[in-house]
């Protein structure tokens, strides 16, 4: 069984920046993509950023320039750096860890911006 658990949400003004964390844990042979997804309310869950086991790397454009994804592959870590914060950015973050074809959940971290 695979536990992920997300760190780093809060409350922000605009223009200010965060950095949250996911680590997995548990029994882990082998993960493939790591990324975080938000959810608005009202709204369905969407990609924000991903990153593959080789560090390939991709954005929503709502997030291009502003947000960078890395990853700690030794660690299991990946983290989403979030600068320039917007309104618009207010959500629930999910991070989700891919694993022989399954999409492990954490149990996501909310991050306010405040206009």
């Known amino acids: 069984q695979v536990q992920v658990v997300e760190s780093g949400g809060g409350l922000v003004q605009a223009g200010g920046s965060l950095r949250l964390s996911c680590a997995a844990s548990?029994?882990?042979?082998?993960?493939?993509?790591m990324g975080w997804y938000r959810q608005a309310p009202g709204k369905q869950r969407e990609l924000v950023a991903r990153v593959s086991s080789g560090g390939s790397t991709s954005y929503a454009e709502s997030v291009k320039g502003r947000f960078t994804i890395s990853r700690d592959n030794a660690k299991n870590t990946v983290y989403l750096q979030m600068n320039s914060l917007k309104p618009e950015d207010t959500a629930v973050y999910y991070c989700?860890?891919?694993?022989?074809?399954?999409?492990?959940w954490g149990q996501g971290t909310q991050v306010t911006v405040s206009s």
């Open positions: 548990g029994s882990i042979f082998r993960i493939d993509d």
């Open positions: 989700g860890v891919l694993t022989f074809g399954i999409m492990e």
